[in-house]
């Protein structure tokens, strides 16, 4: 079988390249020109309280199963503790991968319940987020795809040089905020603040995105007309 290969353009992340790495509130975020990046972004009111404490006591059951310290799972409600990076990386690589992959399936678990307001099931308002992302797509970025859903929005781009991450929260976001909140005649922040990203490391995970990008409606059991799902591949 052909190994499978990033489109053109799309290229995974490459450690011996120069990359960025931060903490902002409580996630990483990494960020290389020209790497596949897979993003997430939220609305407001997409994880309420309760759903995260869940989340969190899940986390903390699955830590406590490991004799692992529950204090790991403390950034899911609240600001990381100095040293929580360090903490967690004295533990075996395979058990942060656990522990990481874990935290992610959940958190999409929660988004995929469809919580809050879901505005974004209005189609004139999942076209307006849509139209947004790709306002500058050749220029500045490059979409593969992506899928607006009721509450949050999953995307697979990269940033072209001269571009950085914060593209994604004053373009993207500010600007549709802007926009959906004079449609819908809401004031106040309407996207959470942190989006979530993660380098692409290689093709196999680069195809998996892809596939988590076109199924995540069906998972979520909408119908068509309640999200939007681009591809390039479509265009």
């Known amino acids: ?52 404490l869940r989340w969190r006591r899940e986390l903390e059951a699955w830590l406590r199963a490991r004799q692992l310290p529950v204090e790991l799972a403390i950034p899911v409600t609240d600001r990381a503790p100095p040293g929580h990076v360090e903490q967690l990386a004295r533990h075996d690589p395979a058990v942060q991968r656990e522990f990481r992959t874990l935290k992610s ?55 072209r040089g001269g571009t950085d991450r914060s593209l994604v929260g004053h373009r993207w976001m500010r600007y549709s905020a802007r926009k959906i909140n004079r449609l819908a005649g809401l004031q106040g922040a309407f996207w959470q603040p942190e989006p979530f990203d993660h380098l692409v490391r290689n093709a196999e995970s680069f195809e998996g995105y892809q596939n988590y990008i076109a199924s995540n409606p069906a998972r979520a059991g909408l119908s068509s007309g309640e999200c939007r799902f681009w591809s390039r591949d479509l265009t």
């Open 105 to 159: 399936r959940l958190f999409h678990r929660a988004l995929d319940e469809c919580h809050g307001a879901c505005l974004l099931r209005r189609q004139k308002l999942s076209a307006l987020v849509a139209e947004t992302m790709l306002h500058g797509a050749g220029v500045t970025h490059d979409i593969d795809c992506l899928v607006v859903m009721p509450n949050h929005v999953h995307v697979l781009a990269r940033f």
């Open 1 to 52: 079988m052909p190994e499978n290969h990033p489109p053109p353009g799309f290229q995974p992340f490459d450690p011996s390249a120069p990359f960025d790495a931060a903490v902002s509130r409580n996630l990483p975020h990494w960020f290389q020109p020209g790497a596949a990046t897979f993003i997430t972004f939220r609305t407001n009111d997409s994880l309420p309280r309760e759903v995260i």
